[in-house]
Structure formats: C-alpha cells, structure tokens
C-alpha cells in the first residue's frame, strides 16, 4: 500500500541558524511542508522559502493558538508537527513511512522518542528523554490554548511508540537554556495567574528541590553524569522561576488593593 499523505509544519521565529538543519530532512518527503514565521528578524523566512512555498508570516498569539494556525493550514489526514530545532533521521523516516503504509492503521497518535542534546551529547534519561506525540491524525485534534506547554488534545488517543529517535537540540548554550527556561516560567506564572492560583516564595523553594529530586534521581538523570547534574540543577531553576514570578505577580496585585 501506498504510504498516507502527510503535511508537516514548523513554527519558527529567528531559527537562522537551525532552519537549514530542520527543514532539509523535511523537504521531498512529506506530502506538504508548512513553516508559519511570526515576524522573524533574522533571514529565517528566506531561507524556509528554500524548501517550501508555503511559508506564512504572522504575529504571535502564543505557542497554542500558533500551532492551531498551521494545524488549520494543513490538507492531509496526518500531520507531522516539528520544531526547529529537531532533526529527522533516515531511520524514524522509514519507520514512519512503514506504519503509513500499513493497510490497517488504528492508531491516531504517535509518539517519538527524543534524544536530547544538552553540550553536545544526548541526555539518555530525565523529562527529555520522553517519547512526544508528534504524528497524528487531524481529525478531532488541536492544541491547547495555551501561551507554553501547548498539550496536544485528541479524541479517544490510540497511541503507538516508535523505536527511532526524534534528535533534538533544543539548546544553543548554557546562556540560551537559561533564558528560554526564564522566558518559559514566566508565561506560565501568567498563565496560572490568570486562572486563579497563586504560589508563596516558600513553595517556590520547596518546588526547586522536589523537582531537582524527581529529574536525577527518580528519572536517573544522575546516569548522564555531569550533564544530568547541570540539567536536574536547571530544572529545579526552572521550579523556582515558575512559582517565584507566580507569587511575585501576586504580591503586585495585592500592593494596588492596598
């Protein structure tokens, strides 16, 4: 059987010096490439026109409802999501080629492992180590309207695992891990703000070491050595910045009902 037609999309902003990596793995493979660019400054969107026709330039409304406007662009019954930072192998190419394929296919998910790299080697343990759902069908699909952690949503999911890694290099440096995990808390606090929680600089602190605790030791990042150190020690960052900016947004707001 003749493999399902597949459309993929990739949003982007500023990925000059990634995009090339993404989209040649990409490009003569899928059915229909999008690449959605939301006012890049850079020449991300020259070079997505390398490889695609398709390639919009809109504003951004956040990583949800952006993912929902490619995911609105897209004309076959499967989509393949994918960042800008991720890598397509040959392998997880056939082996995707080869479930497409099949003549009975009840699934409506697929979930890719990811092999992370943080300073030039993947971590082989931890939360980035976790298979993704980056296949699925569009039918009855869409992402969470949400500013970060943007969870696919599908109707009864019937999941199947692959065997190939998706690589991901989601990190240019140890500067650019810090200011997206920054940039990523901060959203979040706002978005919790806005649906009603708030956080105490108390939990913040406890947060930091629970979840430093759950990446190195209950997800044997202590196996990656230095390196699952340096990540569980982000994490717990990360923890902290989350529930700090959420209690710091509440201590703002209680100092103008004062």
């Given at each position: 059987?003749?493999?399902?037609?597949?459309?993929?999309?990739?949003?982007?902003?500023?990925?000059a010096?990634?995009l090339?990596?993404?989209?040649?793995?990409?490009a003569?493979?899928?059915?229909?490439?999008?690449?959605l660019?939301?006012?890049?400054?850079?020449?991300?969107?020259?070079?997505?026109?390398?490889y695609?026709?398709?390639v919009?330039?809109?504003?951004?409304?956040?990583?949800?409802?952006?993912?929902?406007?490619?995911?609105?662009?897209?004309?076959?019954?499967?989509?393949?999501n994918?960042?800008?930072?991720?890598?397509?192998?040959d392998?997880?190419?056939r082996?995707?080629d080869?479930?497409?394929?099949?003549d009975?296919?009840?699934a409506?998910?697929?979930?890719?492992?990811?092999?992370?790299?943080?300073?030039?080697?993947?971590?082989?343990?931890?939360?980035?180590?976790s298979?993704q759902?980056?296949?699925?069908r569009k039918?009855?699909?869409?992402?969470?309207?949400?500013q970060?952690?943007?969870?696919?949503?599908?109707?009864?999911?019937?999941?199947?695992?692959?065997?190939?890694?998706l690589d991901?290099?989601?990190?240019?440096?140890?500067?650019?891990?810090?200011?997206?995990?920054?940039q990523y808390?901060?959203?979040l606090?706002?978005?919790?703000?806005s649906?009603?929680?708030?956080?105490?600089?108390?939990?913040?602190?406890l947060?930091?070491?629970?979840?430093?605790?759950?990446?190195?030791?209950?997800?044997?990042?202590?196996?990656?050595?230095v390196?699952?150190?340096i990540?569980?020690?982000?994490?717990?960052?990360?923890?902290?910045?989350?529930?700090?900016?959420?209690a710091?947004?509440?201590?703002?707001?209680?100092?103008?009902?004062a």
């Open positions: 059987m003749k493999r399902r037609s597949l459309s993929c999309f990739v949003i982007v902003f500023n990925e010096d990634r090339h990596d993404c989209l040649q793995g990409l003569g493979w899928v059915d229909q490439l999008i690449v660019d939301s006012g890049s400054t850079d020449n991300t969107v020259e070079i997505a026109r390398q695609t026709d398709e919009y330039v809109t504003d951004w409304p956040g990583f949800g409802p952006q993912r929902n406007r490619a995911l609105g662009k897209c004309s076959y019954d499967w989509v393949l994918i960042d800008a930072d991720e890598r397509m192998s392998e997880l190419k082996e995707i080869e479930l497409l394929s099949q009975t296919l009840d409506n998910l697929v979930s890719v492992p990811w092999r992370t790299y943080l300073f030039g080697k993947p971590l082989r343990f931890g939360r980035y180590s298979p759902g980056k296949l699925f039918d009855g699909a869409q992402f969470k309207d949400a970060v952690h943007e969870s696919l949503i599908i109707d009864n999911p019937k999941t199947v695992v692959l065997k190939s890694t991901h290099h989601s990190w240019r440096s140890y500067e650019h891990v810090q200011q997206k995990h920054l808390a901060s959203l606090a706002e978005q919790k703000f649906a009603g929680k708030r956080s105490h600089i108390s939990y913040a602190i947060r930091s070491f629970t979840d430093f605790l759950q990446q190195y030791l209950l997800r044997l990042g202590f196996l990656d050595g390196r699952g150190l990540m569980a020690i982000i994490l717990g960052q990360y923890a902290f910045h989350k529930y700090a900016a959420l710091a947004l509440h201590l703002e707001a209680s100092s103008k009902k």
